[in-house]
Structure formats: C-alpha cells, structure tokens
C-alpha cells in the first residue's frame, strides 16, 4: 500500500533552521491530511492537520502546505529546536462512502535537530 | 489534558493463545481506532467503531480478531489464537467524529512466541 509515501528517510537539520518535510499521495480520493510526530515506545502524537479545501494551515512553529495538483503536503518547523528530534508520520483520510477515518500512514521521516 | 490510555503496555504470549488489548479513550470521543505497528514498517490500520458496530475494517482483520466496547469507557480488541507474526505495536485511537483528528494512545506491544 503506497498511497502515502514520505520519501526521505531522515532529515538533519541546525537548530533555529527551517525543517522541512515532505508526503506524496495518489487517492485522489483524501480529503484530510494529518502530521503526527512519534518518540520511539510512543504512541504518535498529533501536531497539525489540513483539509482539501485549504492550502495552508499555521500553528505556532509548524506550517502545513497543500498542493493537490501535484498531491503533494509538507510539514514546515520554523524555528527548528533539539526537541523536536523524532519520526514525523505524514497520514491521510478519506471522507465518505464506506470509509470514515481510516488514516493511511506513510512510511515516516526521522527529523534530527543538532544544537 | 485528557489522553487515551492502553493496557498492558507490553504483552508476552505463546503462539495460540489468546489475548485482549485494552483501551480507554477520550471520554467525549465517538469513534474509536485500532492500528498496528510491526517493527521496521508503517504504521497500519486494522478496525473503526462507531454506535457499537464496526465501521470499517482491513484485510489484516480477520476472523482471528474482534472488538468490544464493553462499558462505557473500554474498548478492547482481542485476538483469538495469536501468530507470530501478530507481534507488533498496537495503538488505539479516538476522534470525535469520523472525519476528524485521531488521538493516539501510547500503544501496547505485544511479542508472540
């Protein structure tokens, strides 16, 4: 199942710089977008989401940006801290007909922050 | 802030037997998720619940698996006779509605052997 796809298995990234991470998609069928951050032995956490209707949605450090002519979503951290070290999981949802909330994951992208 | 809690957070098992994964989510939540995590790969959706039936279900979820919301507050998922390669990670998760924002529990991790 390769519906969502992070293709970079890591980022590392200064501390006080732009991380920037990046999710593919082909359902053209999702219509809710979700970044969730996971520490290992941890459940994931939610950070911010995104629906289709929108390009763009801001919280705090993070941004997220919506391109569905290309399929595309990247999660923006600015600025970076040490803290946010962890895996960030790109997921997306399609709303409707038979499915209601099932999240697909992609693969996840390990974020390394350096002091 | 409220959080959905799992229990036990590890689960050691011998190949066919049977065991029950339980969560307590988000106490004004309506739908209620289970996904798996096996080492190394994505993390992967198994069942959504709603009004005391299931929603959706994958093919993972087969006839080994079922879940329960047995009170007001729990929600289980059990396997029936466990294989080896049911060892993984698995999480629960709540949302308010359907469409909406899942929260994760800290997850169970389940070894079969």
């Known amino acids: 199942d390769q519906q969502v796809k992070q293709n970079s298995p890591s980022l590392s990234v200064q501390e006080g710089r732009i991380s920037i991470l990046n999710c593919d998609y082909t359902?053209?069928?999702?219509?809710?977008f979700l970044w969730y951050k996971k520490y290992p032995a941890e459940g994931p956490t939610f950070l911010i989401s995104?629906?289709?209707?929108?390009d763009k949605n801001e919280d705090g450090r993070f941004t997220v940006f919506l391109n569905k002519s290309a399929k595309h979503l990247s999660l923006h951290i600015v600025p970076s801290q040490p803290g946010d070290s962890a895996v960030y999981f790109c997921?997306?949802?399609?709303?409707?007909?038979?499915?209601?909330?099932?999240?697909?994951f992609g693969q996840g992208t390990i974020l390394t922050v350096h002091p | 802030e409220p959080e959905v809690t799992q229990t036990p957070s590890h689960q050691v098992t011998q190949m066919g037997q049977e065991v029950i994964l339980r969560c307590v989510p988000i106490?004004?939540?309506?739908?209620f998720y289970w996904y798996r995590q096996i080492l190394g790969q994505k993390v992967e959706f198994l069942v959504s619940?709603?009004?005391?039936?299931?929603?959706?279900k994958s093919e993972i979820f087969d006839d080994q698996f079922s879940v329960e919301r047995p009170d007001g507050s729990n929600f289980t998922l059990k396997i029936r006779s466990t294989k080896l390669e049911d060892s993984a990670m698995y999480f629960c998760?709540?949302?308010?509605?359907?469409?909406?924002?899942?929260?994760f529990g800290p997850g169970t991790r389940l070894l079969v052997l």
């Open positions: 995104i629906s289709s209707i929108k």
């Open positions: 106490s004004n939540h309506l739908y």
């Open positions: 997921a997306a949802s399609a709303n409707g007909g038979t499915s209601y909330g099932k999240l697909t």
């Open positions: 619940f709603y009004n005391n039936e299931i929603s959706e």
């Open positions: 998760a709540s949302s308010v509605k359907g469409s909406g924002t899942q929260y």
């Open positions: 359902n053209s069928m999702f219509d809710y």
